[in-house]
């Protein structure tokens, strides 16, 4: 008996293909955050302790052109399901290059360590927008759970987050592994390469319980939206041919012209050019938005109302996201890594943020829905985000402070500025997203996921900016920045509260 949509209530009383992603999109940032939670430390380590011996500005270059490329990819990735391998084919063939990427970075070859980043990046490009979509796809549009549905699908995302650096963590920077791997006449320093080994054995997971799983999804997904008829979809088909062609053809240029000697690519010039690239991107696809014709006076209002959620979402990802750059190198360098007595890797603190959103998510749930018709507007929420993101640094602040002369300081102080920053991301970043999405003008309502992916593509890049200049200022004046940045930020959010929300009440 084939049961409909509504009826299916195997996973917690929702559709049973939910398991399905759920436990896929877990493996995928099992393997994404367990890898993150490395990246910035294994570029700086030293080669004798097995690193690739890095400068911090060369990292934190490195570091912001992939998780920058990592969400911007996502737009080319929506277009590819949407219009040639449908969503369900996207999130494989994604997860399979991720797989791909991590085995690559398990190779000791600083060739294989760019090549695993280009793949990963290509394969987190199409399974990650995609597998959010096809959460969409379990439930009919008037079905209630669809929100919880997504809160549910939040927490896969935050177990694997979780789980990862503890694993790769203990992998690479564990004395009690490197002893093992003394013992078994293994190089020590290779640990780092088994922590990426087991962000690829993630991805595996993932991948066989998606092919497993896929029959609980049902039809959804399987043909690509936006191009139905065989014949669309031929057409479709060339476009990315051509798409594709041009830009092997482009790199293969630039690739002659570096051998011939005409232009020198180095990894921080390949870093910067990606960075204008995502900026000068984001700047053109507003212009294009704004400058369209046949938006309606209530439509431009809304988008408006779009373009100051999607700056204030950068800003928030821009400081947020350097618990990956300057916090993991503040948690390694500056923190005193040892609880009663007993030591443990760094990386670990990377799974703090994720463990205080599975246990907050909800109580803030319970909070919103509690305060009822009070239930802040989405303005004041992202002036919350902001405003929580400020204190958390603002509490670096003083543990930069503290840290002056080489101290270590107690891992309190990390503690609490997750603590701080996860309250920030909860009030932000699933209001971003619905924001965007209902007030998107019906015809780039697709396009909204991408844009909010944009946001966090930019912030990346700034947060690896901020990872760069890390030994340029001391801790006090690099986290003061980013303090007053952000609460500047906050600031502006507030003023433009109630603006926002006349625009957005005012009849069209
Ligand atoms: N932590 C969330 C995820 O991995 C959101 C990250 C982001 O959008 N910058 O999906």
Same mark, same amino acid.
């Given at each position: 008996m084939t049961r409909s949509r509504d009826e299916d209530t195997a996973f917690f009383g929702h559709p049973s293909g939910l398991s399905t992603l759920f436990f896929t999109e877990m493996w995928e940032r099992f393997s994404y955050y367990g890898m993150r939670a490395l990246l910035i430390l294994f570029m700086t380590a030293s080669i004798t302790q %097995? %690193? !690739? %011996?890095?400068d911090v500005s060369k990292a934190g270059a490195v570091y912001g052109a992939y998780t920058s490329m990592v969400y911007m990819l996502a737009l080319p990735g929506g277009w590819i399901a949407d219009r040639v391998l449908g969503l369900r084919r996207a999130v494989f063939y994604g997860g399979v290059l991720i797989m791909a990427g991590h085995v690559s970075l398990a190779i000791p070859s600083v060739s294989a360590f760019y090549l695993g980043l280009v793949l990963v990046v290509l394969g987190t490009g199409l399974l990650k927008p995609n597998i959010s979509a096809l959460v969409g796809t379990l439930y009919t549009p008037d079905d209630v759970r669809r929100d919880a549905g997504f809160s549910i699908y939040y927490m896969g995302i935050n177990l694997g987050g979780f789980i990862a650096p503890l694993v790769t963590g203990w992998l690479a920077q564990g004395e009690g592994f490197r002893g093992f791997l003394h013992g078994m006449g293994i190089a020590a320093e290779s640990a780092w390469h088994w922590g990426f080994g087991a962000a690829a054995v993630g991805m595996f997971f993932g991948l066989v319980q998606y092919r497993f799983g896929?029959? *609980? !999804? @049902?039809?959804? @997904?399987?043909?690509p939206g936006g191009a139905v008829t065989p014949e669309e979809q031929r057409v479709q088909r060339k476009k990315l041919m051509t798409g594709l062609g041009i830009t092997v053809a482009l790199l293969g240029g630039i690739g002659i012209l570096s051998v011939v000697g005409v232009v020198a690519i180095t990894a921080v010039g390949v870093a910067q050019v990606l960075g204008v690239g995502v900026v000068a991107a984001a700047g053109l696809f507003f212009l294009w938005l704004f400058s369209s &014709? %046949? $938006?309606s006076p209530d439509e431009r209002r809304r988008l408006i109302v779009i373009f100051v959620l999607f700056l204030g979402a950068a800003v928030f990802w821009s400081a947020f996201e350097q618990a990956g750059s300057t916090l993991n190198l503040f948690a390694d &360098?500056? +923190? =005193? +890594? *040892?609880?009663f007595g007993v030591g443990f890797p760094?990386? $670990?603190?990377?799974s703090v943020n994720s463990l205080f959103i599975i246990l907050l998510a909800p109580v803030m749930a319970w909070l919103w829905v509690k305060l009822g *018709? &009070? =239930?802040?507007?989405s303005p004041t929420k992202f002036a919350l985000g902001l405003f929580f993101l400020s204190a958390g640094f603002g509490v670096m602040i003083v543990a930069g402070s503290l840290a002056a002369n080489g101290a270590q300081v107690s891992p309190l102080w990390l503690l609490v500025t997750y603590l701080l920053h996860t309250i920030g991301e909860l009030a932000l970043s699933p209001v971003g997203l619905s924001a965007m999405t209902k007030l998107a003008p019906a015809r780039v309502t697709g396009m909204m996921m991408g844009v909010w992916f944009m946001a966090s593509a930019v912030g990346n890049l700034i947060a690896g900016a901020f990872a760069s200049i890390y030994e340029s200022f001391t801790l006090p004046q690099l986290f003061g920045a980013v303090t007053g940045f952000s609460l500047i930020f906050c600031l502006v959010m507030v003023v433009l509260i109630s603006p926002i929300k006349k625009m957005l009440a005012r009849p069209t």
């Amino acid at each position: 008996m084939t049961r409909s949509r509504d009826e299916d209530t195997a996973f917690f009383g929702h559709p049973s293909g939910l398991s399905t992603l759920f436990f896929t999109e877990m493996w995928e940032r099992f393997s994404y955050y367990g890898m993150r939670a490395l990246l910035i430390l294994f570029m700086t380590a030293s080669i004798t302790q %097995g %690193g !690739l %011996g890095f400068d911090v500005s060369k990292a934190g270059a490195v570091y912001g052109a992939y998780t920058s490329m990592v969400y911007m990819l996502a737009l080319p990735g929506g277009w590819i399901a949407d219009r040639v391998l449908g969503l369900r084919r996207a999130v494989f063939y994604g997860g399979v290059l991720i797989m791909a990427g991590h085995v690559s970075l398990a190779i000791p070859s600083v060739s294989a360590f760019y090549l695993g980043l280009v793949l990963v990046v290509l394969g987190t490009g199409l399974l990650k927008p995609n597998i959010s979509a096809l959460v969409g796809t379990l439930y009919t549009p008037d079905d209630v759970r669809r929100d919880a549905g997504f809160s549910i699908y939040y927490m896969g995302i935050n177990l694997g987050g979780f789980i990862a650096p503890l694993v790769t963590g203990w992998l690479a920077q564990g004395e009690g592994f490197r002893g093992f791997l003394h013992g078994m006449g293994i190089a020590a320093e290779s640990a780092w390469h088994w922590g990426f080994g087991a962000a690829a054995v993630g991805m595996f997971f993932g991948l066989v319980q998606y092919r497993f799983g896929s029959k *609980r !999804l @049902g039809e959804g @997904g399987i043909v690509p939206g936006g191009a139905v008829t065989p014949e669309e979809q031929r057409v479709q088909r060339k476009k990315l041919m051509t798409g594709l062609g041009i830009t092997v053809a482009l790199l293969g240029g630039i690739g002659i012209l570096s051998v011939v000697g005409v232009v020198a690519i180095t990894a921080v010039g390949v870093a910067q050019v990606l960075g204008v690239g995502v900026v000068a991107a984001a700047g053109l696809f507003f212009l294009w938005l704004f400058s369209s &014709r %046949g $938006w309606s006076p209530d439509e431009r209002r809304r988008l408006i109302v779009i373009f100051v959620l999607f700056l204030g979402a950068a800003v928030f990802w821009s400081a947020f996201e350097q618990a990956g750059s300057t916090l993991n190198l503040f948690a390694d &360098r500056s +923190t =005193d +890594t *040892r609880i009663f007595g007993v030591g443990f890797p760094a990386s $670990w603190f990377q799974s703090v943020n994720s463990l205080f959103i599975i246990l907050l998510a909800p109580v803030m749930a319970w909070l919103w829905v509690k305060l009822g *018709r &009070r =239930d802040p507007s989405s303005p004041t929420k992202f002036a919350l985000g902001l405003f929580f993101l400020s204190a958390g640094f603002g509490v670096m602040i003083v543990a930069g402070s503290l840290a002056a002369n080489g101290a270590q300081v107690s891992p309190l102080w990390l503690l609490v500025t997750y603590l701080l920053h996860t309250i920030g991301e909860l009030a932000l970043s699933p209001v971003g997203l619905s924001a965007m999405t209902k007030l998107a003008p019906a015809r780039v309502t697709g396009m909204m996921m991408g844009v909010w992916f944009m946001a966090s593509a930019v912030g990346n890049l700034i947060a690896g900016a901020f990872a760069s200049i890390y030994e340029s200022f001391t801790l006090p004046q690099l986290f003061g920045a980013v303090t007053g940045f952000s609460l500047i930020f906050c600031l502006v959010m507030v003023v433009l509260i109630s603006p926002i929300k006349k625009m957005l009440a005012r009849p069209t």
